[in-house]
């Protein structure tokens, strides 16, 4: 499970993932995340010591419809599917993950860790729930030390390519974290210099490497990805970044032109709200805020927005970025002469959904996103936003 994209003009977040993250650190519409899965075959469930034929292929089948209703949102059908299976089966790993992982979503990260543990110790070779534990502690509880450690043992036990590559890109999100930026270039560096198996890996390396400023590395990832699949828009977009460090503002434009076609062609998610509703949610979000700030900014309309439009990303704005703040900060009014300028914070529908795992994700969005917005209308830092209780 991975929480995504930050909050911000950008809707990117460096290393240290949005909202103090959904684990996997992965930025805005990318597919990065390791959320675990069903098993892929029935050998895989065997392991289990699940024998009957029959009886391995109903569960396999079940359990694909759990994770299905997790990559649909639907959390409350996954949960059931969950809790069947556990009355039958109670030690059986695969279960056991797919249970923690509706946990997670549920924000019952101990019960998610408890049953992570469990099926780890049903199967110490199983990589997923080391993973899944190893997610949760670094972008949901803070304790990145705990997570480096499973990301290292997950590391010792992958036997397929994949899992050792999510283990050592979650390595080094982690290292990041803790501030051991040599550490993470070391273990980003591990990465062979080959197409991996799937393109996802060349985009989140390619942003891991961004948010250490190796951007050449981190464009050489990007241009793999790209050269996989022409269409990716996440590659697009990361070098759109790229070229946004090194100054080249009319590639950067060309590279954010491409995101926004690709993104406005792609089908919404399943949790994708009606603009009514999401218009409310984000009336909402206002109103949730502390007296004083809504005081203040009674006169700043709040623009609950498709997506960046064509103007906006002519200008340089990054076309994935979840909110906007348009005009002249708060504490520097008074001393602005020339015309009036008209104050506007801006909601991105389509990218804020983009990120989410659901409907109630997409209302957290929503008020963090508003809330780094704010402080920009205010010129707040964020140690301000965290004094005030609104980091």
């Given at each position: 499970m991975a929480k995504k994209g930050g909050a911000g003009d950008s809707g990117g977040n460096g290393a240290a993932s949005a909202k103090g993250g959904k684990p996997g650190g992965s930025r805005p519409g990318e597919d990065t995340s390791n959320q675990g899965g069903p098993p892929s075959t029935l050998e895989d469930l065997e392991l289990s010591g699940i024998a009957d034929d029959a009886e391995l292929e109903a569960v396999s089948q079940e359990l694909e419809r759990g994770w299905q209703h997790i990559e649909n949102g639907e959390i409350a059908a996954a949960r059931a599917i969950a809790d069947r299976l556990m009355g039958q089966y109670p030690e059986t790993p695969e279960v056991l993950v797919l249970l923690g992982m509706v946990e997670s979503l549920e924000g019952k990260p101990e019960q998610a860790l408890l049953h992570y543990e469990q099926a780890s110790d049903g199967d110490p070779e199983y990589v997923e729930p080391l993973l899944c534990a190893a997610e949760l502690y670094i972008w949901e509880l803070g304790e990145d030390e705990k997570g480096l450690e499973l990301c290292r043992r997950a590391k010792e036990v992958a036997e397929e390519e994949d899992e050792y590559l999510d283990a050592l890109l979650l390595q080094a999100e982690a290292e990041i974290n803790l501030g051991r930026e040599r550490a993470a270039l070391t273990t980003l560096r591990e990465i062979p210099e080959v197409d991996l198996p799937e393109t996802r890996y060349h985009v989140r390396a390619g942003r891991l490497l961004?948010?250490?400023?190796?951007?050449?590395?981190?464009?050489?990832?990007?241009?793999?990805?790209?050269?996989?699949?022409?269409?990716?828009?996440?590659?697009?977009?990361?070098?759109?970044?790229?070229?946004?460090?090194?100054?080249?503002?009319?590639?950067?434009?060309?590279?954010?032109?491409?995101?926004?076609?690709?993104?406005?062609?792609?089908?919404?998610?399943?949790?994708?709200?009606?603009?009514?509703?999401?218009?409310?949610?984000?009336?909402?979000?206002?109103?949730?805020?502390?007296?004083?700030?809504?005081?203040?900014?009674?006169?700043?309309?709040?623009?609950?927005?498709?997506?960046?439009?064509?103007?906006?990303?002519?200008?340089?704005?990054?076309?994935?970025?979840?909110?906007?703040?348009?005009?002249?900060?708060f504490g520097e009014q008074g001393q602005m002469g020339g015309a009036p300028h008209l104050e506007a914070i801006f909601l991105f529908q389509r990218n804020i959904e983009r990120i989410a795992y659901g409907p109630e994700d997409v209302e957290q969005e929503v008020r963090v996103t508003l809330v780094h917005e704010a402080g920009h209308f205010f010129g707040l830092s964020e140690d301000q936003l965290e004094a005030m209780g609104l980091g």
């Open positions: 961004l948010d250490l400023q190796r951007i050449d590395e981190a464009e050489r990832q990007f241009k793999r990805a790209h050269e996989k699949e022409p269409e990716n828009v996440d590659a697009l977009h990361g070098l759109g970044l790229c070229a946004e460090h090194r100054g080249q503002r009319p590639r950067m434009i060309e590279y954010f032109q491409k995101v926004r076609t690709i993104d406005l062609k792609e089908e919404r998610p399943p949790w994708a709200l009606s603009e009514d509703a999401f218009r409310k949610l984000c009336a909402t979000a206002l109103d949730e805020l502390p007296e004083d700030l809504r005081r203040r900014m009674k006169n700043v309309p709040i623009v609950a927005s498709d997506y960046p439009s064509q103007d906006m990303v002519k200008d340089g704005s990054d076309p994935r970025m979840l909110g906007f703040f348009s005009g002249v900060p």
